[in-house]
């Protein structure tokens, strides 16, 4: 299993970004995904994650109105949309796919990508 993150960069504070994960290796449509951040100092922690179908998305309170979990499963892509950034949002974000179809709060994760950095700065 792969999964590519891609779309990271430096923005000013208000600014946004989208986030992409391509995703191989695995059957796309049957798996939930996640998106999970690491601040500079912090442990990683969880930021969204999506169901199998895209009809049940989950929010990080600290993203909830600003950041948007989304996906294309014709693409085999998740994405995470990412307005109103805040410099404590800068962090490296990963993607990652669970073995199963749904999430629930706490499940775990099996596949996780290479990360992408977001530095939100003025």
């Known amino acids: 299993v792969q999964l590519q993150a891609s779309g990271g960069g430096s923005v000013l504070p208000g600014g946004s970004l989208r986030l992409s994960c391509a995703a191989s290796?695995?059957?796309?449509?049957?798996?939930?995904m996640g998106w999970f951040r690491q601040g500079p100092g912090k442990e990683r922690e969880f930021v969204a994650a999506?169901?199998?179908?895209?009809?049940?998305?989950y929010y990080a309170d600290s993203v909830k109105g600003r950041f948007t979990i989304s996906r294309r499963n014709t693409k085999n892509t998740v994405y995470l949309q990412m307005d109103n950034l805040e410099p404590e949002d800068m962090a490296i974000y990963y993607c990652?796919?669970?073995?199963?179809?749904?999430?629930?709060?706490?499940?775990?994760?099996?596949?996780w990508g290479q990360g992408t950095q977001v530095t939100v700065s003025s």
């Open positions: 990652a796919a669970r073995s199963h179809s749904n999430f629930y709060t706490g499940a775990t994760f099996d596949y």
């Open positions: 290796g695995l059957r796309f449509p049957n798996h939930a």
């Open positions: 999506i169901n199998y179908s895209g009809t049940r998305t």
